[in-house]
Nanobody
């Protein structure tokens, strides 16, 4: 019954920008953290960024200074603003949500994935 619906992916040239959105809906009482993973062809899944309901943020070193994660707790929605995109950012991006605070995260819900392709 709980769903995470992603949007905003697409094709963009190097140096361009995209904004991803992930909205949770259904029988949700609370969400502690939301974030984004990505998986590129031939590579392992990578945690890109996450944010708690209190505003604590973590970024992967590969995206620091270029990506910004934010959230609207009232809407149970997380955003990923991606600037200065590079071809190495090409991947399928998956959002997730943790219901509670536990070490390592719980990853209770997952989005369907959205393709981001950075190419000239």
């Amino acid at each position: 019954q709980v769903q995470l619906v992603e949007s905003g992916g697409g094709l963009v040239q190097p140096g361009g920008s995209l904004r991803l959105s992930c909205a949770a809906s259904g029988s949700i009482f609370s969400i502690y953290a939301m974030g984004w993973y990505r998986q590129a062809p031939g590579k392992q899944r990578e945690l890109v960024a996450d944010i708690t309901s209190g505003g604590i943020i973590n970024y992967a070193d590969s995206v620091k200074g270029r990506f910004t994660i934010s959230r609207d707790n009232a809407k149970n929605t997380v955003y990923l603003q991606m600037n200065s995109l590079k071809p190495e950012d090409t991947a399928v991006y998956y959002c997730y949500a943790d219901r509670v605070r536990l070490s390592g995260g719980t990853r209770d819900y997952w989005g369907q994935g959205t393709q981001v392709t950075v190419s000239s």
